[in-house]
Each structure stands twice: as structure tokens, then as C-alpha cells.
């Protein structure tokens, strides 16, 4: 078993590595030269603003009086400037979104696994390309441009990461420290004889990363007063800046602005995806080499297409400052009609642009390499062992020939050994063919039909999460359908109502939903109201030892009651301190961790009984489930173990009703038991079917509340009672420890099904994984490699005890 898990393990994990050599390989060639026009640029110097997080509408939007909240740029757009809507692309995040409005390119696939601090590759920017740049904001963005500059010309001002705190009484101050740090750059400038030269050399960049916006968005909202008011702020603090830069460099007219966003917002306060309000980002642009505003005397029709986004944008930024690198990439195109310069530059910058891209087309030429190898194959002949050796020679041979990477000879030569394993137990599927027609033929197609229509459902479910809904409304009808009910009325429907109480959560939205956090706290009183129902059932079952039952007792009433109760009025006391702007409290800050440390440590300190041991996984999950909790998903746990207990049961009444021999009580059932794997016999059709049922629960875990595949489910919010200063590993951590309880339930409940349903009744088979489709393969890949992983998180935390002390033995005469 140990050489079947590793081998198992091993196979599935170079599987999942694989694609990334596949899929995420970095699109970006290097080795090109720069090309530049030999004309004049239209400005000496670039401001660039970026307001993070600024929706398009938030910032266009006027007042019912016709007022606007940014006065400003309202006349800069109105009077001096060119304006837009520029469109974002996905993922909406700030990395990425930074990348291509300062280096010309979407989203590198190569990223996937590096996060959004940095990208894997080395880029080229506008920055790089300057003379010299200098950057205040964010220590997430600027150091990303820094770090990839050739040369030491790029020179970056930023706060304490500390500062970016979602509790913050007035977020809106990073942007004040920004403006702040701007003003007394250019008043020292004035008195610093080496700085002030440097600053009146051409081709420099000032960059001004906004974060307030962001934060507040993410905080209160986009639609409240903090964002809104934050928008006012941005403004004064644009103009102010403005007046300064134009002070020090005397008006001589050769400084370019350019204000926009990197991704907007959605309603409820986060971004990632492709709704429009994260996508459509403000352009406001005026200063040497733009477009004035032109008055119109009637309004005209207006059709974008999405066609213009933010790598037109950096056209733009490495046109206004010529004299540097001007490209593009195939999707790009120069925005002529914001240049305010003479037909001659406008095409010398188009030819340009062309050259760069050529120059592009020829490097990625020269890098192409084709390999194209199918190791699917079907060995047939006698000498098994023989064959395979000299497959893998060819595959060898092959690979060395077009000089490849040492791991696609792991990729193509694992499949020789594994299709070895399957021929050689060819036997099983000979006896499975020889089988087939003692079956009539009806029964045959009907097994075919619910085959395919369940592995059906299990795929389109990763597309529509209501699809799981169905499957579970077809689940809860099984009693009925097989007999059970007349055997088990109360079992039956219970498990009639838990699978139709359960399939409601895929229907709920998972982005857009206002917290409530009145739901998690019904969720606590719910989940101590059924650990108080067991309590009081289990004493009608078989007894405990008396030193069991005492502390059994004691960790549930005490331990576990406490902690729900705790953790039910955690988050709601922390959401009105934070609506008070108050901060996140200590306290609630010692209780969450402590929680969440102690949920996998509390369980081993319990009985190793059957249901004693799954009340306690059950009841300290949910406590730190609660915590990460913001409305109804909180409901989830409490619901999904109900249903999870209740199979236990009926799964015994189904036992029971066929007849097989060795039942035994599940009250009495120890998970530290020993048990003889040697006794072993075939499948059944039932084994088959709770096996569907677990791979069913399996995915309604996972996309019964939105899953980590949705970067745009994501919710700050549900973090707070853990942290509230911006921490993307930390936060990140926390939401995959979400996403795995309801994982840890359904695990702990076939770890029970294991043991008295397999080897307690001599049952033992497997069945094939089923892949879903090649868009979901890294899910699918991920979750067969965490699945195996789990199984023994699950087996140690059901089976194993620890024992804080022992009562002494007393003797009696």
C-alpha cells in the first residue's frame, strides 16, 4: 500500500508539473534591438498617475447638481486634455495590470506560480528605457520595476508594507504620504545642484502609485463615502502636484500627464475578472504632445468594441517621451489621434513600431522548436518487458535527437512503465469481458446510461455549479428508489432533507453577495444545537468506558462549545469594530489563531470512536470555518457534516438489507483498530456507487461556496478576524484552509466508510479517475494529488490519540 500511494503519487504530481512546461511557458523573447525615431520628441519629461483601483464611472460620474467629484481633471478633461475609457484585461489585478501600462504586454502565463509581486521574466519597460525615473507608492509594484532595470536609473520611494491596512481608520493617507513625498522631492531639488541637473535632462519619468482608492474599495466598498471621498482627494492632490512640477521646470510646455487606473472594481469590492467595472478604467491625458479638448455642439455616437486596452496606453507613454524605445506587440496599436504633432512623426512612430515588431517575429523564429510526441500506446505482443525496453529507447533516442529538456524525458517515458503495470495485470480485464454476458442486456445498457450520465454531470459541474444541484436532488431520491426507505424511514429522510438543504448552496451567487454576518452567527448556534442533539442521542447507543465518556463529555461540552460560541460572535464583534474604525481588536486576533492552530490538535485529544471522533473533526473545523466566514457560506459545514453523518448510517441499512454478514455497531466502531487488509473480495455494484457518492461529495466541497479557481470569489473581508494589513500569502493561506475544511469532512467521513464498509465486511476494489476536461486540468490533476495527500492527514487525525496524562489504575480487593 505504501509503494502503490508513493508510485501513485509521484505519477500524478509529474503529471501536474507537466503543465506548466506545456502551457505556462513565459511568451516574452528577448535579444532584440531597440529601435527609436530620429525626429524630435514631443516632451521632455512623463508624469504618470495611476490611481489603483479607480473605477471609470466613479471618476466620469457627476454630482445630481452637475458638480464633479474631481473638479480637476473634470477641467482638465473639459478645457486641455484628451480623455477615454481604457479597457483592462484579465486578470484584473495590479501586477499584471502595471505590466501592461508600463511594459507593453499582457498577463505572462509564466506567472501562474510566482504571484503578483513580480514577474518570473525579465521585461523591458518605459522606465528601463528612460533616463530617469523615479517612483513613490506601493513596496508591491515599484520594486518590480526597479529590479528588472538595466542600470541604476530607476530609483523608488515607498511606505512601510504595514501601512496597507484594510482596518485603517483613513486608508486615503497613502496617497497623502505620495503627494507628500512628491512636494518635498521637487522643494529639495531646488537647493541639490546634482539632482536638480539630473532632473532637467530629457526622457525622465515620474511615476505616482495611488493605492488609497484601492484599499478603501476593498474596505468599505466602491459605492461608499471612504472611496468616493478618496476620489476628491486624488484630485487636489493631482492639481497640487501639477503646479509644483510646472513651478520647477519654469511652464516651459514639455511635460506630458497622463492619469489613469490599472483595473477597476466590482460592487462588493474586489477584482480579478472581466466584469466591466474592473475592466473599464479612466484615461485622462493633456500636457506637451496631446490633444486639446474639442467642444462638440451635439452628442455623438460612441461604439469601442473593447478594441482599445491598456498596451495601446503604453504606445502612447513611449511615443510622448520619443527618443526612447517605441514598440508594441501584434495586438497593439498607436493611438494617432491623441498625438497633438506633425503627420511626419506620426508615421515615423507607426514605421518604428513595425521595425519592433519585425524585429520580434524574427526572435521568436529563431527560438520556435516543434516537438510533437503521442505516448499513448498499445503494446500487444508476448515479450511485455522486451517491447517496453525498446519503446524507451526510441523515446530516448528521439528526445536526445531534438536536443530536449531533461523533463520531457520524464514526461514521455513515464507512460512506458505505468502502461507496463496495466498489461501485466491484463488478466482483470479479461475476466471483466468474460463476465459481461451473464448480465442481460438491459441491465447492461442501463448501467452504461447511469454511468455516463453521472460522469457527465460530474463534468459539466465544473462549468455550472447548479449542475450539482440536480445531481444532489437525484441523489436524495436514492432511498426511495432502492428500498431503503421501508427499512429506514427516519435515516432515509434525513438524507432526503440533507441532500435537498445542501443542493441550495450551488445556486447561491458566489461574487456579489453582501456580507451578513448575522448567518454566521445562526451557523455557530446551529452547529452547537447539533453537537447538543448528539449528545444526548448517544446515550441511548453503546456506551463509552467510563474515563472516556467523562472526557468525551468534558472536550464537547466544554472545548468545542466554547469555541462555537466564541467563534460565532468573533467575526460580528470584529465587523462593527471595524465599521467603527476602530481596528481589528486584539482579543479577536488571540482567539482566531489560537482557533485555527489548535483545530487540527483538539481532535487527537478525543476518543478514537467511530462518531466521538468525527463529532470532535467535525465541531473544531467548523469553529475556524466560522472565523473566515462573512454570511451564508458559513452554513455550508454545518449542513454538509449532517448530511456526511447521516451517509454513515443509511450506508449500514444498505449493508444490513443485502445480508452481508459481519455488521457490526457503528457505536462500538475504534478507528485505531487493526485491521486485516488480507481478507479481500471483489466489487460490487454498491461498492461502485459509494464511490460515485464520494467523488460527488468530493466536488460539491469544492464548488459548493465558489472555489480558488474564481480569483474574483476572493473577499478580504473574510480574513479580517485573522489580519487586517495586506498579506497575500498569509491571506492566501487562510482561503485555501477554507476551501480544504469542507474537504477534511468528506474525507473523514469515507476514512469511516473505509473501515466498515471495506475491510471490516472483506471489501476491497478501485475504479478509474475520471478526467473532466483539458480547461480544468490542473483542478482535476491538483485534486487527485491533494486527495491521496489528505487520506493520510485524515487517517492520522481519525486514528491516532494523544494522551495529555493518564489516571492511575485502582484496585480493589
Known sequence: MITFFLVGLTVHVIFFLSIFDIYFTSPLVHGMTPQATSLAPPASRLVLVVADGLRADSLFTLHPDGSSRAPYLRGVIEERGTWGV????????????????????????????????????EFDSVFNESRHTWCWGSPDILPMFAKGASGDHVYTYTYPAEEEDFASTDASRLDSWVFS????????????????????????????????????????RPMSQEYLENIGLVDT?????VSQVEDFFGYDGRTAYVFTSDHGMTNWGSHGAGHPSETLTPLVVWGAGVHSAQRVTESQPYDDGYLQGTKHLHCFLMTLCSSLCVFVFPQGVLPLLYLNNSDLFKAESMYTNAIQVLEQFKMKMTQKKETTLSFLFTPYQSELIMLCMCVTVVITVFLLIQRSPATYYIYCLLPVPVWYSVLKESGTLTDLIQSAPSLPLWKCFGYFVLVAFGIELLVVSFFYRAMLTVGLTLLSIWPFLSGLFGKAKFRSLSWFLGCLFL????????????????????????????????????????????????????????????????????????????????????????????????????????STRLFHRLLSIFLSLTATYLLLSTGSEALFPPVLSWLMFVWINIEQEAMLAQGVSGRQELSTIDFSANIDIAKIRQLKLDDIRRSYFFVFFIITAFFGTGNIASINSFDPASVYCFLTVFNPFIMGGLMMWKVIIPFIIVMCTFETIQVHFFFLVQDYGSWLDIGTSISHYVIVMSMTIFLMLLSVVTHILTSQRLILWRRPKLHFP
Open 181 to 220: 513625498q512628491v512636494k518635498s522631492f521637487f522643494q529639495s531639488a531646488k537647493s541639490n545642484s546634482s539632482l536638480k541637473a539630473s532632473l532637467l535632462e530629457d526622457k525622465n519619468v515620474f511615476f505616482l502609485h495611488l493605492l488609497g482608492i484601492d484599499t478603501n474599495g476593498h474596505a468599505h
Open 503 to 606: 443542493s441550495l448552496f450551488p445556486l447561491m451567487p458566489v461574487v456579489g453577495r453582501e456580507p451578513d454576518i448575522h448567518l454566521v452567527t445562526c451557523a455557530g448556534l446551529l452547529t452547537l444545537f447539533t453537537s447538543l442533539c448528539y449528545l444526548w442521542s448517544s446515550r441511548q447507543r453503546t456506551p463509552l468506558h467510563l474515563s472516556d465518556r467523562q472526557q468525551f463529555v468534558t472536550q464537547v461540552t466544554t472545548v468545542h462549545a466554547v469555541l462555537c460560541v466564541l467563534c460565532a460572535y468573533v467575526p460580528s464583534l470584529t465587523h462593527s469594530s471595524l465599521q467603527q474604525k476602530q481596528g481589528l481588536p486584539l482579543v479577536n486576533q488571540i482567539i482566531s489563531w489560537t482557533t485555527l492552530g489548535s483545530s487540527m490538535l483538539v481532535p487527537l485529544l478525543s
Open 86 to 121: 481604457s479597457h483592462t484585461r484579465v486578470p484584473t489585478e495590479s501586477r499584471p495590470g502595471h505590466v501592461a501600462l508600463i511594459a507593453g504586454f499582457y498577463e505572462d502565463v509564466s506567472a501562474v506560480a510566482k504571484g503578483w509581486k513580480e514577474n518570473p521574466v
Open 237 to 241: 492632490g493631482v492639481a497640487e502636484m
